[in-house]
């Protein structure tokens, strides 16, 4: 089955400053990697995801990258706010139908 | 829509005891997942169903755990006995099929299970 490791586990940026979460994934199969956003005691809410045959998203100040040859993808947040502090969840799938793999979470402190 | 809906939204119970956890996925959706999400070990997938039929179970930790899904409106996952290791927060998830799929999959607000 698919395995989606996620680092770094915790990270605190200054509010303004960049944030960097990358994840890497096992299955060359997988099509479909989003992301997943979950405020304390909240449910998790998807809030960019990229598919394989594209190399970047943007929406905003967030984005994401994908390598499908070195088999990584990661998630980038610019001009950090307070309320982007969270735990945010990388996953993998090959779509509808399949099952989502998810990475073990970061959580993100924004320093005011 | 409501959303998934998941009950109860908070649990606890003794060691020993039989917990049900239910949902009710987005209508339409045909493919429903249950995921258990604790500090260690985050987001684990425990199950999923496609048109109310298991695809894999592979991820329920053990006999313990069984989950169904009589109808496609309606799902459990039942713990028998509970130990206090299941204690987590349990997620239910919904996804349509094919081409309704926009990629988004959909959380119910989950189910805290706490055993004493």
């Known amino acids: 089955g698919e395995n989606v490791e996620q680092h770094p586990s915790t990270l605190s940026v200054q509010e303004g400053d960049s944030a960097v979460i990358k994840c890497t994934y096992s299955?060359?199969?997988?099509?479909?990697f989003p992301w997943y956003k979950q405020e304390l005691g909240k449910r998790p809410q998807l809030i960019i995801d990229?598919?394989?045959?594209?190399g970047e998203k943007k929406d905003q100040r967030i984005a994401v990258t994908l390598n499908k040859t070195a088999k990584h993808f990661s998630l980038h947040i610019t001009e950090t706010q307070p309320e982007d502090s969270a735990v945010y969840f990388c996953?993998?799938?090959?779509?509808?139908?399949?099952?989502?793999?998810f990475g073990t979470g970061t959580s993100l402190t924004v320093i005011p | 829509d409501a959303g998934v809906i998941q009950s109860p939204r908070h649990e606890v119970t003794e060691m020993g005891q039989e917990v049900t956890l239910r949902c009710k996925p987005i209508?339409?959706?045909?493919?429903l997942f249950w995921y258990r999400q604790t500090m260690m070990r985050g987001l684990e997938l425990l199950i999923y169903?496609?048109?109310?039929?298991?695809?894999?179970d592979s991820g329920m930790p053990e006999d313990r755990f069984s989950a169904k899904m009589p109808n496609a409106s309606f799902s459990t996952l039942k713990i028998q006995p509970s130990e206090p290791r299941d204690s987590a927060v349990y997620f239910c998830?919904?996804?349509?099929?094919?081409?309704?799929?926009?990629?988004?999959?959909?959380f119910g607000e989950g189910s805290r299970l706490t055993v004493l």
């Open positions: 996953a993998a799938s090959r779509g509808t139908g399949n099952q989502f793999y």
């Open positions: 299955d060359s199969a997988s099509n479909y």
């Open positions: 990229i598919r394989s045959n594209v």
């Open positions: 209508s339409g959706h045909n493919s």
């Open positions: 169903f496609n048109n109310n039929v298991p695809i894999d």
């Open positions: 998830a919904s996804i349509p099929s094919g081409r309704a799929w926009t990629g988004e999959l959909f």
